[in-house]
């Protein structure tokens, strides 16, 4: 390390830190620049094991505007919470909340046209390694409207209905088609739990995944 402080070329989880106690083992390197004849660092990027970086898909913004639901290019869904030190943009413009995200993705009249609501960069600390929760610490929005009606293969509505097979966090299965429940699916009629006949609207988004929109979650016959 130089014997001047690095400022905001010493970096942790993409914030500037001080001095190398708040490194620990586990953390991994990110971005290291040195100069060859000297072997000084000119700049150390570190980051925790529950640091993650990728790309992907917008689902959902909950009705608080609190978290945003992304579906990463790994296939995993994290439901990321907004904080006051996150960093947003929206179509390569800088905003300080989610409102405008939700506006445009749902459309000020509730319309909502058919649209690619993309993800291009998000970087953000996992709770734990387990966990599907996280605290943004950047994020990229891009969303394209399409007038046309969904050439992206975005909007197409389908119905089924069956027995649940699986309910695995956010993830179900009925009558064999897998889709996700977030936070603007409506859930009607009786407690869900896997054995329970129900029928499902779902919509597709641009990721090729399935969205609920509407679970009806029918009661257990009873027997006389």
């Known amino acids: 390390m130089p014997d001047e402080p690095l400022g905001v070329n ?3 989880d993409g914030q500037p830190i ?3 106690s708040e490194v620990k083992r586990g953390d991994q390197v990110d971005i290291v620049l040195y100069a060859i004849n000297t072997g000084v660092i000119e700049k150390l990027s570190v980051v925790s094991d529950n640091y993650i970086r990728s790309r992907g898909n917008l689902i959902a913004i909950s009705g608080d505007q609190r978290f945003a639901q992304v579906t990463l290019v790994t296939g995993e869904l994290f439901d990321l919470w907004i904080g006051p030190e996150s960093i947003m943009s929206l179509n390569g413009g800088r905003i300080d909340s989610l ?21 291009p960069e998000v970087l953000f600390i996992r709770d734990s390694l387990d966990s599907d929760l996280g605290v943004i610490i950047s994020i990229q929005f891009q969303i394209k409207v399409d007038d046309r009606g969904g050439v992206d293969g975005s ?5 089924t209905s069956g027995v649940i097979e699986v309910i695995r966090g956010k993830t179900w299965v009925i009558g064999g088609n897998v889709f996700i429940v977030n ?11 896997v054995g329970l006949v129900a029928k499902a ?3 597709s988004n641009p990721g ?17």
């Open 18 to 20: 001080e001095s190398l």
């Open 208 to 224: 090729g995944t399935f969205i609920a929109r509407e679970v009806n979650v029918f009661r257990r016959p009873i027997r006389e």
């Open 183 to 193: 936070f603007s699916t409506d859930i009607l009629g009786e407690e869900p739990e």
């Open 155 to 159: 909007g197409v509505e389908m119905e």
């Open 99 to 119: 409102s405008p995200v939700d506006e445009l993705l749902n459309g000020s009249g509730g319309e909502r046209p058919y649209k690619k609501a993309m993800v």
């Open 201 to 203: 609207l779902l919509v």
């Open 10 to 12: 010493f970096l942790k």
